[in-house]
């Protein structure tokens, strides 16, 4: 199959590598780039756990192709700094016992970063980021306490986040069975799926 | 003083590595020349394989069809439990008669993921057409296709459970009231959010004649039970196997066993001479990994005006898929065993059914049929208490065995051991009654209580044996005090994401005097760990895993006495153990344990008796299974316009024995409930009449999210085990048990006028809506 040279920047380093047209980002980042805290549990844009920070914004590593990361500035949870926003985030999980198995947990970890980098306040990330996300462990409870540690301890700094900013491609299943795709190229608006209907 | 940390919030040690990315999963394992797999499926529910042709594959590709596969086949893959008058012991690992849509038939081996995939995709089928059948109804039907056509039946085996027939009809003669009702009871997916995976890696090849040794990494509960399958079926010798698991993401019971695809990755390892990796991916864990539950149950009560509980019966039927899971019937087996539960009866008698259709196996599940027994016992308590208008709470309190009454033998007849039943009822009570009132927004709102006992900690070993189980009860541990003085604890138990990493440190630092940070869990790896025939599942771990090793570390606290007693020139009786330090009682004359280590590693001087070094091994065999309890109560709102349920409130008061770490125990606590509400609201795994799964993407079958989950107050009681060393009972499954039921129970309390008298899971709007729109 024909092969095409992409070029991305990967948690500060650049990174030109030559990829099938129909691999995914998440194989590039974790078989070929060696990444391999980025988990992938469903490859169907369902459960987050493979979330990234493309361009400043979370995205399903599983519903990107490599070549649509191409130019892009990717971050995955081996690149989070130990300061700030990302410390407080795996402080908290840690702390509030937010993980077991941790197979979620490197989605969970990028998308609230990103959340808490756009603005975005405690509430909205505990009532809707991580409605993002499936884990099969935790029910959840210990995961929305350490959003609400981790953001008592960064600061809710800013305010006025835009919801595009939120920018996760949500493809999770209604829990009523409406079920919707959201958009999956790179750079769409985002599209979630919230509430019950 | 010495410092106690059983009881203590100690933090997780192992949570670094998925928060910074350096965990290592099976998917995470690399190994030089290693290729990838994919496994060919098959794509009818019900057939016979008349081809399989890889004529099409690529030359970069190895295919391996049922022939080939067939001639590295010893034995058939094993089913670990005899119940009843079951005849299916093992099942073949390939088989031409394909019986479920995903059965594994073959495997493509390329050098990537991708590649693999292709090369499956390129192997040609003939199949002859057989007609499926789905459901259990369908499958005792007359004339119903048979899935096992020597066999004559569908009915893969049956067993009764409790009293006689006839002292059943006496007691139910002699009630004043009879009700009854059906219960279905939804297929549902365990879905761990890491799929199944395997890295095997043989050996370099040697000289012709040689042994090969393998490396199986691989995503499991139980790498023992993983070694002992695959060297049954293949023809090995245990040395030369080596298993390990790496770090698991959920397992929920799903990865209890090795399963035939990734016994056909080992096959094509040791064919090749190379590593070979296979990644399951979601659509085929949601078709091929073990199903769960599946069920109809025929329930009666029979009791008194005064509400006095007197009889229960129960005719299950259980949808065991299209062979036996390596657990067979056991999730039915002990859900008509611990039916009983928490209450007195006169009688109780149970008769259990395994049917055979052409769906995926359904196997264990956090609960293992405790989850479905709860749902059982308390819908028929609540029926009884709805029909004598008598309050729940008051009629489960007037027929629970009191604590008092304990040890206590329920008539299937299995004993229980101690707690305060009654108290965890009332506190639930008290505290779903504290919860704050709903706003007045016009749904209909109701609360629902479940009463469990959960059986853990099972054996002893000959009591597996004398149910049918063929795997023992026993667990162990090997404590090692290193020379320098930190210590190393072997387990045969097989945490992913217990905590266990934690705790059992935790356990073993107390019995020696030392910080846990100083102790360190071994696990995982058959060439490193004492045998577990179970690993880590049916809430044994700490209560077992857990016992073997405090006892391990009592007897080497005993030899850490004796070496200091001989360096402080005192008695042994009179050291004391604490932070870390070895102390004649009452004075300041004191060694550190690690200088005793290092004494005991060195040989000299040692105190006659003693032999060199500093570790101990022990194997513990339970006297009995534990049984850890609780009340769960909630609150539901139900919007009866839509059907839409949300659980809005939500108590849970427990009692598992001595709790080692509260955090982990909240933990449990919280995803088991997410669990059982999930099969209460909203997981269901669905099948087309001509047996095509409909469930096959994380859209399609919904499992909760954190909208859905409500938080959770949590009380303990805390009474010990009189059996486990430690007082531990064991309770990861607890919470699924309980909140099944109290979720449904709720819902059905808030909707008191539908129809509830066959009642199917999980509450879904549509059949939430049916049921108060749609009553005959
Ligand atoms: S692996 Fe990408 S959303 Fe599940
Ligand atoms: S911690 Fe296991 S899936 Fe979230």
């Known amino acids: 199959m024909n092969e095409h040279t992409i070029r991305l920047t990967v948690n500060g380093e650049n990174a030109e590598v030559r990829v099938e047209p129909r691999m995914l980002l998440s194989d590039l980042i974790r078989h070929q780039l060696g990444l391999t805290g980025t988990h992938v549990g469903c490859e169907q844009g369902a459960c987050g756990a493979c979330t990234v920070i493309i361009d400043g914004r979370p995205q399903r590593s599983c519903l990107v192709l490599a070549v649509q990361a191409d130019g892009t500035t990717v971050e995955t949870v081996e690149g989070v700094e130990c300061d700030g926003i990302e410390n407080a985030v795996q ?30 306040p405690a509430a909205t990330a505990r009532e809707q980021v991580l409605d993002g996300h499936l884990c099969r462990c935790t029910g959840y409870v210990n995961i929305r306490a350490a959003v609400d540690a981790a953001w008592e301890a960064a600061g809710d700094r800013r305010t006025g986040y835009r919801q595009e900013n939120l920018g996760q491609e949500s493809h999770r299943q209604e829990s009523h069975g409406q079920e919707s795709l959201g958009q999956v190229s790179l750079g769409q608006e985002s599209h979630r799926q919230g509430g019950s209907e | 003083m010495r410092p106690r940390h059983v009881g203590q919030r100690v933090p997780r040690v192992n949570d670094h590595g998925p928060l910074h990315g350096t965990g290592l999963y099976v998917d995470d394992i690399e190994v030089p020349g290693m290729l990838h797999a994919a496994i060919v499926r098959s794509p009818v529910a019900h057939g016979i394989l008349t081809a399989f042709e890889s004529e099409s594959v690529p030359g970069s590709a190895s295919v391996f069809g049922p022939e080939h596969l067939r001639a590295r086949v010893h034995a058939e893959v094993p089913v670990l439990w005899t119940i009843g008058d079951q005849q299916q012991l093992g099942t073949p690992l390939v088989d031409e008669h394909l019986r ?11 050098g990537s993921r991708y590649q693999a995939e292709d090369a499956a995709e390129a192997v040609d089928l003939a199949i002859d057409y057989l007609t499926p059948v789905v459901g259990i109804d369908q499958a005792l039907a007359p004339d119903a296709p048979l899935l096992y056509p020597d066999s004559g039946t569908n009915v893969i085996a049956t067993f009764e459970a409790g009293d006689s027939a006839e002292h059943d009809r006496a007691v139910f003669a002699a009630a004043d009231r009879v009700l009854r009702t059906t219960l279905r009871i939804g297929r549902v997916h365990g879905l761990a959010i890491e799929p199944r995976g395997i890295v095997a890696v043989p050996e370099p090849r040697r000289a012709p004649g040689n042994r ?52 056909m990755v080992v096959i094509a390892a040791l064919e090749l001479g190379r590593p070979v990796k296979w990644i399951e991916d979601r659509f085929e864990s949601l078709l091929a990994t073990t199903h769960a539950r599946d069920e109809i149950h025929e329930v009666e009560v029979a009791f008194d005006e005064d509400g006095s509980l007197r009889g229960l019966r129960v005719d299950g039927r259980r949808n065991v898929g299209a062979r036996l899971a390596v657990f067979g019937g056991g999730p039915l087996f002990t859900a008509l065993g611990v039916v009983p539960g928490p209450y007195r009866w006169e009688s109780v008698r149970c008769g259990g059914r395994l049917v055979a259709t052409n769906t995926m196996s359904t196997g264990a599940y956090r609960g293992f049929g405790q989850t479905q027994a709860a749902l059982i016992r308390e819908r028929a308590v609540d029926l009884v208490a709805g029909e004598l208008g008598i309050d729940p709470v008051d009629l489960r309190e007037m027929n629970m065995i009191a604590a008092d009454e304990l040890p206590y033998r329920m008539r299937t007849p299995i004993q229980l051991d101690n707690g305060d039943y009654r108290r965890a009822l009332r506190r639930a009570g008290e505290l779903i009654a504290e919860a704050p009132a709903p706003p007045d927004d016009g749904l209909a709102r109701g609360v629902g209580y479940c009463s469990y006992v959960q059986m853990g900690g099972i054996g002893p070993s000959d009591a597996n044996e004398a149910i049918g189980l063929q795997i023992g009860g026993f667990e162990s541990a090997t404590v090692r005090f290193e020379p320098d003085g930190t210590v190393r604890v072997a387990t045969g138990i097989s945490p992913h994401g217990q905590g266990l990493e934690t705790t059992i440190p935790q356990l073993v630092a107390d019995e020696l005097g030392i910080n846990p940070g100083t102790v360190e869990l071994v696990h995982g790896d058959t060439d490193t760990t004492p045998y577990s025939a179970y690993g880590t599942a049916a809430s044994r771990s700490i209560a077992l895993g857990g016992g073997a090793a405090v006892v391990a570390s009592q007897r080497l606290a005993d ?218």
């Open chain 2, 559 to 776: 030899k850490v006495r004796a070496i200091a007693a001989e360096m402080l020139e005192a008695n042994p009786a009179d050291i004391e153990l604490g932070n870390g330090r070895a102390t004649v009682a009452g004075t300041n004359v004191d060694v550190a344990i690690a200088d005793v280590a290092r004494r005991a590693w060195q040989g000299f001087r040692l105190p006659d008796g003693s032999d060199p070094g500093l570790a101990e091994s022990y194997a513990y065999e339970p006297v009995s299974a534990t049984f850890s309890y609780a009340t769960h109560a909630c609150r539901v709102a139900v919007d009866t316009e839509t059907g839409a349920v949300s659980v809005e409130e939500y108590v849970v008061v427990h009692d598992c024995g001595t709790i080692v770490n509260p955090t982990i125990v909240e933990g449990q606590i919280h995803g088991g409930v997410a669990q059982g509400l999930g099969a209460a609201l909203m997981e269901e795994f669905f099948y087309d009449e001509d047996g095509q799964p409909l469930s096959s993407t994380l859209l399609d079958y919904h499992v909760p999210v954190s909208e859905s989950m409500p938080d959770i107050r949590i009380e303990h009681l805390q009474i010990p085990s009189p059996h486990t060393p430690g007082g531990m009972k064991g309770m990861g499954e607890g919470g699924t048990n309980g909140s099944y039921a109290a979720v449904v129970n709720a819902v059905c309390s808030a909707l008191p006028d539908a129809d509830w008298s066959d009642l199917a899971t999980p509450l879904s709007p549509s059949r939430i809506w049916q049921a108060l729109h749609e009553r005959a």
């Open chain 1, 91 to 120: 402080t908290a999980l840690h702390e509030q016992h937010g993980l077991q198995c941790g197979f979620c947990t490197p989605g969970i970890v990028m998308s609230l970063v990103a959340a808490h980098r756009a603005g975005v």
């Open chain 2, 100 to 110: 479920y849509v995903g059965q594994p038939i073959g495997i493509a081996v390329a």
């Open chain 2, 212 to 263: 090969n040794r393998i490396t199986i990494y691989t995503s499991t509960q139980t790498p023992h039970g993983v070694r002992d399958s695959v060297c049954e079926v293949l023809g090995l010798r245990q040395g030369d196997v080596r298993v390990v698991a790496p770090d698991v993401g959920g397992a929920f019971g799903l990865k209890d066993h090795i399963y035939e695809d990734e016994l």
